[in-house]
């Protein structure tokens, strides 16, 4: 069963947190060694995601791409970097850019009015991003880091009622901000990519976002 009866548990909370601590580690900059290694001969994803049936096959093609290459692992990094880069980051135009601003505006423009919106709703939690005059707080990255948080912060909790602002946050902004263009991005990352680790990094991510959206709607309904 890939969504457990007690969604509200600590373990949930606490599990919750770890993947979207994953995820945006592996949006926020190229996978170094070490980061490769966890995934391929720790075997972290497929241990994280050990009860996902729906994502264990998509694990198990970025686990094989990285052991292909474990022999040839400095060219495997660089050509990880230059995809990554060419996604991402630049220079030049960007097959994905990770904000959310960029998808939900006509004009395609960073800090934009979704970039104000996130940032109002992480101010709402009394919290702010360190690099905020240079980096827009809806980047992809940040997005998951913010409902790891919110996922932390649940689990916590001394009670139900000090827990349900948290919980109510990860639905808001979870439906309110995640959903409405995170897929899209996802699709542009698995077309657009020239690498089997983040074309499965964005088909990781839509499968994890199908998990999400269900268990948010069994938690509303509970």
Known sequence: MEIPVE????????????VYLSLARLYRQEPDQEVLQAISEQRGLACLFEEMN?????????ESDISANAYEA?????????D????FTGPGP????????????????IFGEQTLAVRAFYHSFGLKATKQAQEPEDHIALEFEFLGWLCQ???????????Q????????????????????FCEDVRQGSETVFYRSLAQ???????????????????
């Open 7 to 18: 969604i509200h548990s600590q373990e949930w909370q606490l599990w919750r947190s770890c």
């Open 54 to 62: 729906s994502v264990l096959p998509i694990v198990a093609e970025m």
């Open 74 to 82: 400095g060219a495997y990094q660089e050509q990880l970097s230059e």
């Open 84 to 87: 990554y880069n060419r996604l």
């Open 94 to 109: 960007l097959v994905a850019p990770p904000w959310e601003s960029v998808y939900r505006s006509k004009e395609r423009l």
């Open 153 to 163: 912060q649940a689990a916590k909790a001394s009670s139900p009622l000090e827990a």
């Open 165 to 184: 602002p948290f919980l109510t946050g990860q639905r808001d902004f979870f439906a309110g901000h995640v959903l409405e263009w995170v897929p899209v």
């Open 204 to 222: 990781l991510t839509v499968a994890w976002l199908a998990i999400e959206n269900k268990a948010a709607h069994i938690g509303k309904n509970a």
